[in-house]
């Protein structure tokens, strides 16, 4: 058996194109205008990371604290239209039926991983969960993967990440762990492979029809 570890943004809930309009009302905050598809890029790196890629480190030094609050509100007036993926509940269930350790790897706020697990109704599926609180550097850094790990004493298992973007896998291969990898982020088949998935699958639906044909089977 094996730790499954599934990102929950854009993968089990549907929140990647809100992050980026959240993203583009902090900047223009701050009279800062970006093309949405710049951000959209961005999203599934955490948000100490997504000021410096974008704009540079001098913005980041001067204003990264006051865009990751901008964003932190903008997202909060749309946190309510966020949805589950369709067949995301029953991935899970059917990963715990096989037997699999399952571990929520999120670097959200805990009011906002809180508004998942309900939205999941996954608190008694779920082995473990983080949040922003377990780490100190997000995607594409390994923390959230090891912390992850750490939740459910998975160290020394063999472990699969689910994700949607590169910086999933990216952060996943950083401790040896392979990735399974769904399109819902708006990353194309060709870029997640490029990126080093195992496999890559249309939507979680998709993967939870044929999860007899990856590691986790």
Known sequence: MAVAILD?????????????????RAFLRHEIVLPMWQIHRRIGMGGDQVVGSLCGEGVESEHGDSLRAAEADEYGALIGEV???????????????????????????????????DLLDARDLADGWTTSADVEATKPHPDLVGAALD??????????????????????????????????????????RDAGALAVF???????RRLGETPLG
């Open 202 to 208: 249309e939507s979680v639906a998709d993967l939870d």
């Open 83 to 117: 949805q589950v993926m369709d067949g995301a509940r029953r991935l899970l269930q059917d990963l715990k039926q096989r037997g699999h350790t399952v571990v929520l790897a999120s670097s959200a706020k805990t009011g906002e991983v809180d508004h998942y697990l």
């Open 151 to 192: 939740k459910v004493d998975g160290q020394d298992q063999t472990a699969i990440m689910i994700g949607d973007t590169p910086w999933d896998i990216a952060a996943a291969r950083q401790l040896d762990v392979g990735t399974l990898a769904v399109m819902t982020g708006g990353f194309a088949e060709s870029e997640l």
């Open 8 to 24: 929950i943004d854009g993968t089990l809930v549907d929140t990647n194109y809100q992050h980026t309009e959240s993203w583009f």
